[in-house]
């Protein structure tokens, strides 16, 4: 009878273990075929993922693991204030994901700890589910890419999507076409971006030395502003004015000396401050009976 009793309870344990198998096993697969993106905890501190959630670009679905859920937790109930503060942003970008209808947000279950640290924890579940890790920590980075894992990286995207030229950097530009205003001229960046030249009417069907000042980002696309950039002397000359003012010619004639004026001793110029006299000057002057 013993002995039934212990092959019963075999089974059983059997058939539990296998169902628990069978479930993970299956949920791994299903997530497999999704190709899901992993998030770090670090992701969801800096919170831009929301804004990239938001624009439709991310079409896997996002997993968040329990285990950084629960290091999110474990820093907010520290003792330092800036980490609870940035914790607990974490956890709110958690509940704006969860919201959001743009992109499928999951709560992994892989326990709430990670005694081999979350990010040993990450890169074994990014091999388990052959799935993508979204981190900005530099390190786990590095690490993924050394263990073939893919990493999308919010900082290399927002590099990728940066003005190809800041204010005060200069370019040579082909000058295409007239602007809006009169003294305007256009031309394009390799990506088809528009430059507006200012005070460059003049120099339309040539390239001309340019330096962008500002630069204007829309729903239709990005535009800069540039102006003309002269070189000369080795130095290089800010254009603010399509005015130049053209030296005076100067005259080849040679130029004729006048006569001088002979004034008397006794005359003065009727300009010209008398110097008080000194005490010997007026008695020279008396003495002359002046």
Avoid: C, W
Avoid at 194 to 215: C, D, N, P, Y
């Amino acid at each position: 009878m013993e002995q039934i009793t212990i092959i019963v309870l075999l089974y059983l344990v059997a058939i539990s273990t296998y169902q628990v198998y069978s479930v993970r096993n299956s949920t791994k697969q299903r997530y497999a075929k999704l190709q899901p993106i992993l998030v770090d905890t670090s992701v969801l501190i800096d919170g831009r993922i929301v804004a990239v959630a938001e624009s439709g670009l991310i079409n896997s679905p996002l997993l968040i693991p329990r285990s950084v859920i629960g290091e999110l937790q474990l820093l907010a109930d520290g003792s330092d204030s800036e980490k609870r503060t940035r914790a607990r942003h974490g956890l709110d970008v958690v509940s704006i994901l969860q919201g959001l209808e743009t992109v499928r947000v999951d709560i992994y279950n892989d326990g709430e700890s990670a005694p081999e640290g979350v990010d040993n924890r990450l890169l074994k579940l990014a091999k388990q589910l052959g799935a993508s890790l979204f981190t900005i920590d530099y390190n786990l980075n590095k690490v993924a890419r050394v263990e073939d894992i893919k990493v999308i990286n919010v900082n290399d995207l927002a590099m990728s999507l940066r003005m190809a030229y800041l204010p005060g950097e200069t370019r040579r530009l082909e000058l295409t076409q007239k602007g809006n205003d009169s003294h305007q001229a256009i031309g394009h960046l390799e990506d088809g971006t528009m430059v507006v030249v200012e005070h460059a009417s003049k120099l339309i069907g040539k390239t001309a030395e340019i330096e962008f000042i500002r630069s204007l980002q829309t729903a239709a696309g990005k535009m800069m502003f540039a102006r003309l950039v002269k070189t000369g002397n080795d130095q290089k000359q800010v254009v603010t004015s399509p005015k130049t003012k053209a030296n005076p010619k100067k005259s080849t004639k040679p130029s004729v000396a006048q006569p001088a004026k002979k004034n008397s001793g006794r005359s003065v110029n009727r300009h010209q401050k008398q110097k008080p006299l000194t005490n010997e000057e007026r008695l020279v002057e008396l003495a002359n009976g002046k």
